[in-house]
């Protein structure tokens, strides 16, 4: 079990939750504390609906890390805005992912991953720090070593982000 305290819930910025439960995520929020609660669980593929992308668009490549995991086909719909981020996001997910033997693929504005395993790789973050963040959560659940070159990315919005998720190893 893992508890994030304080989690912002604004209503613009939880969609990765509504999506992770959907997949089956163990996932629950109290609104009262803002504690974000999550316990290990098999997670299943879904359409992420382009409706719901303005409230998840950030949180794309890490969902599709989600979605290399699940069991079935994840589509994220309508998300060509990640083409004009910090990076290609679209380009970027599915080649560092792809690196790590997710079967990934962009059809139009769409994000396809199927899930299945992962496996170690040298990796870039491209200097995107959510790219860098999305390929370190892969690396824990890959079989493998994994190297994310361009790491200091993550200094753009996290710099403790590797600490802490250094110390969520059990």
């Keep these: 079990e893992v508890v994030v305290e304080n989690v912002y819930s604004g209503p613009v910025r939880t969609g990765f939750v509504d999506v992770l439960a959907r997949m089956g995520a163990d996932i629950t929020h109290d609104a009262a504390t803002g504690d974000l609660t999550v316990r290990a669980s098999s997670l299943t593929g879904t ?5 719901e992308v ?3 668009v950030d949180e794309v490549p890490v969902l599709a ?9 994840t589509r994220f719909c309508g998300v060509g805005e990640l083409r004009v981020k910090e990076t290609d996001r679209l380009a970027t997910t599915s080649s560092e992912l792809g690196a790590m033997g997710a079967r990934v693929r962009v059809e139009g504005d769409d994000l396809i991953v199927v899930g299945g395993p992962l496996r170690g790789a040298e990796v870039d973050s ?19 070593p994994t190297v994310v070159s361009g790491w200091d990315a993550v200094d753009t ?8 998720l250094e110390g969520l190893r059990a």
């Excluded at 890390?65 to 086909?73: L, N």
């Excluded at 491209?126 to 493998?144: K, N, Y």
């Excluded at 919005?157 to 802490?164: E, I, L, T």
């Design 54 to 56: 303005p409230g998840l």
């Design 126 to 144: 491209h200097g995107d720090h959510r790219i860098a963040m999305a390929c370190a959560v892969a690396a824990l659940v890959a079989e493998g």
């Design 157 to 164: 919005s996290y710099p403790a982000f590797g600490r802490d």
């Design 47 to 51: 359409v992420v609906e382009a409706a």
């Design 65 to 73: 890390v989600a979605a290399a995991c699940a069991e079935g086909e």
